[in-house]
């Protein structure tokens, strides 16, 4: 069995963080745990002392890709999940990881589908999981997953891998993993630079995890600060003419809602 760590990245007093450490204890497969966080407080250090995991702090200002490669980098194993602290995970995620891994070890990304939260109850996809499915189809290909060509046809209309639902390979990938100028498009900029380097991509095409979405997400607020359009928009113009990208721009302003 490879070795494994979920490093939780913890911001600020989340009401849901107790929750995606239970989900991570009760794997049917366990790994290490770890929280990490730059913004330490008494209930972090808490849910530390209460579930017996390391804390890592890390000084300066809270930024995401700080933040992200600061836990990365704290892992002491070869595969890494960057668990965001308001998801859970279902009990046998870590089982497929070590799946992915035993059958194709040149895997780089592992990742899966994910279920939606609302607060704290399940919401029905729609349409936008509906998309994400389908561009995801070509990660379903296992044996042709090492191709550059058939990791990057996924992020030609948006990116479907659902960051929290990955696991990297770190021995493969190095550090920093997270190299981008954007602040909401960086898991999707980092993913197409991933793409032209050897290795596979992996998706386990079931709803490994649960993704949250609420008031304080930075999905929301990237939002309504009009960050996400601003970065979205830039990828898009990376990969396709500008005839194109404005008419790929006007349906995701409408896909915008959902998150509404």
Not at 53 to 71: K, M, T
Not at 227 to 238: L, N, P, S, V
Request: charged share 25%; aromatic share 12%.
């Amino acid at each position: 069995m490879l070795s494994h760590t979920y490093a939780i990245c913890a911001y600020k007093d989340s009401p849901w963080l107790e929750e995606c450490i239970r989900s991570l204890k009760r794997q049917s497969v366990p790994s290490e745990i770890i929280l990490c966080t730059s913004t330490p407080s008494k209930y972090i250090q808490a849910m530390a002392e209460i579930f017996g995991l390391p804390l890592y702090v890390r000084d300066g200002e809270s930024d995401i890709q700080a933040d992200w490669n600061f836990a990365y980098s704290k892992a002491k194993t070869r595969l890494v999940t960057i668990a965001h602290q308001d998801d859970c995970y279902h009990k046998n995620y870590g089982k497929y990881v070590q799946e992915c891994w035993e059958q194709y070890p040149d895997t780089t990304v592992f990742t899966t589908d994910c279920g939606i939260l609302r607060n704290s109850d399940p919401v029905n996809p729609g349409m936008v999981q509906f998309v994400k499915h389908l561009l995801r189809v070509p990660l379903r290909f296992h044996g042709l997953a090492d191709r550059t060509w058939i990791k990057r046809l996924p992020l030609i209309l948006g990116n479907p891998i659902i960051c929290p639902s990955c696991t990297y390979d770190k021995e493969a990938l190095g550090e920093p993993l997270f190299d981008s100028p954007y602040k909401f498009a960086l898991d999707w900029d980092t993913m197409w630079k991933l793409a032209e380097r050897p290795g596979r991509f992996i998706c386990e095409e079931k709803p490994l995890i649960s993704y949250r979405i609420h008031s304080g997400a930075t999905t929301k607020e990237c939002i309504e600060n009009h960050r996400r359009a601003q970065e979205e928009e830039a990828m898009f113009r990376k990969i396709w003419p500008e005839p194109v990208v404005r008419v790929i721009m006007w349906f995701y302003r409408k896909a915008y809602r959902a998150y509404q």
